[in-house]
């Protein structure tokens, strides 16, 4: 139970387990992770019997942590200590977790939130819509990403290397577990208002940005790579569409202005893909995310060599086209020039010659990352 200043309901949560592993027959523990209290919760806990286990650095998931890495048995569960889960319900989730899951998560919208238990704007908005964008990126199981009521073996989730410290932690070990292919399941669990007079520790705006963050930081496809391929796309199809001349859809004419942002757009997209591909294989590298064998025979066959044969032709095009228009002001003896025919060379050989160069070093910078992989 992670702890910060429950002394009006931290003896209740802590009679519920107790009575509930008594009843249930189980040898366990009651490890309350202090996240630095002030009211007297710890020794409330020590005075029932429970392991206090004090935890200097503050944040949700630094509790956590610090009461995961102290916890001495192989399965563990999770709960907060303001008494709005219900510590009875314990049996359920170690029982599908001696089924042989690895993680067993709470699902309040399938269990029941009573009345005024969560606020309108999480209900119906944050945690909808943070879930989706879980299930959707990660491609979890769950249906409820932030229930504070779930249960896991203590040497599947050290093995993911957790490292959030506030209330992203909670996001963090779902979509970890689900990179990393461990069995998740979820049981329906109820949710009730908490008994505390204070108010609540979680702040909506600034913890809901910290979950969407972490989320969209570990999904480099959705962050860098789709954006990438679709401005690249678009602005290859428009640039195609104009070089030719200048069309005309609806009385509107788009030009050598609309070939230039589209030419931008190329430039941009390219420079989102490189962020992908640098962001994938240092968080592989790291530990961050689990190996992805796709990218590994993308990364065989797309070499240090082929890179550089790459950007060179691409550089060797934007100089020709680039040569091309300078002798064509030459021979108008370097005077004025029509722009709307110059420059359907000059931004293709530009564009041309800037790619060249980035995937030139592009390339040598992912060479450096993948000598750390091998």
Not at 49 to 65: F, P
Not at 110 to 115: A, D, V
Request: with cysteine.
């Amino acid at each position: 139970m992670p702890c910060l200043n429950e002394a009006e309901t931290l003896a209740r949560c802590i009679t519920k387990a107790q009575r509930t592993i008594e009843n249930l027959k189980l040898r366990g523990e009651i490890i309350v992770a202090d996240n630095g209290s002030t009211d007297g919760s710890p020794e409330i806990a020590q005075k029932l019997g429970a392991r206090v286990v004090h935890v200097e650095t503050r944040g949700y998931g630094s509790a956590l942590q610090g009461g995961i890495a102290a916890a001495r048995g192989e399965l563990i569960v999770m709960g907060d200590a303001d008494d709005s889960y219900d510590f009875t319900q314990i049996g359920v989730f170690v029982g599908r977790l001696r089924e042989g899951f690895d993680i067993v998560m709470g699902n309040r919208f399938k269990g029941g939130i009573t009345h005024g238990a969560m606020p309108p704007l999480h209900k119906y908005l944050g945690n909808p819509v943070l879930t989706g964008l879980g299930r959707l990126l990660f491609k979890s199981p769950c249906g409820d990403f932030h229930c504070g009521l779930r249960a896991f073996r203590k040497e599947a989730i050290q093995r993911l290397g957790l490292r959030t410290t506030g209330m992203e932690f909670a996001s963090e070990m779902v979509v970890k577990a689900s990179l990393f292919g461990l069995r998740i399941t979820e049981v329906p669990t109820t949710l009730s208002h908490d008994g505390r007079s204070t108010p609540p520790h979680l702040r909506t705006w600034r913890d809901g940005w910290r979950h969407l963050r972490f989320m969209m930081l570990y999904s480099p496809r959705w962050l860098f790579l789709y954006p990438g391929l679709l401005l690249m796309l678009l602005g290859t199809l428009i640039g195609i569409w104009l070089l030719p001349g200048p069309q005309i859809i609806c009385g509107v004419g788009f030009d050598i202005h609309t070939l230039l942002f589209a030419a931008m757009a190329v430039l941009l997209g390219f420079q989102a893909i490189n962020f992908a591909a640098f962001t994938k294989v240092f968080a592989v590298t790291e530990g961050l995310l689990p190996a992805d064998d796709r990218v590994n025979r993308l990364f065989q066959m797309i070499t240090l060599e082929v890179g550089l044969a790459i950007g060179g032709a691409l550089m060797a095009v934007g100089l020709a086209a680039s040569l091309g228009a300078l002798w064509y002001w030459s021979a108008r003896h370097f005077g004025p020039l029509d722009p709307a025919k110059t420059l359907r060379v000059v931004i293709p050989g530009v564009v041309s010659l800037t790619l060249g160069v980035q995937i030139a070093l592009s390339s040598f910078f992912l060479s450096v990352l993948g000598m750390a992989r091998r």
